[in-house]
């Protein structure tokens, strides 16, 4: 790993990045009606995959990851999340009106689905 990390840093950068990129396009081509439960999924999904890569390299995260001043494993899975996911062109629109849709209708005494807006 001594003279391989960065490879396996950027390489698993790249992949979770190429992966993420066809979860945004799924999320982007969900319906109105499923497309916070895709987005849900989509989180829950990559959060409990970047808890089992960050175990596999965990020696990479107390080694490689302090001595060059990076992102942790886990961290930076969720940074790529935001970036590639959240922020897609299609997707941060819609999520942004969602959210805001829902604070409105709750907020005028409906009752919304919490737990999917929260997470």
Request: with cysteine; charged share 25%; net charge positive.
């Amino acid at each position: 790993l001594h003279k391989y990390g960065e490879k396996l840093y950027n390489n698993l950068k790249g992949v979770v990045q190429a992966h993420l990129g066809e979860v945004a396009e799924s999320v982007a081509a969900a319906n109105e009606q499923n497309f916070l439960p895709a987005i849900c999924t989509a989180w829950s999904d990559h959060t409990q995959s970047m808890l089992m890569i960050r175990d596999i390299l965990m020696y990479m995260d107390r080694v490689y990851v302090i001595n060059h001043s990076v992102l942790s494993v886990y961290d930076l899975g969720l940074v790529i999340f935001k970036d590639v996911v959240a922020r897609h062109a299609r997707i941060k629109p819609r999520l942004l009106s969602m959210i805001i849709d829902a604070i409105k209708r709750e907020r005028t005494g409906e009752v919304i689905d919490r737990v999917i807006i929260k997470n």
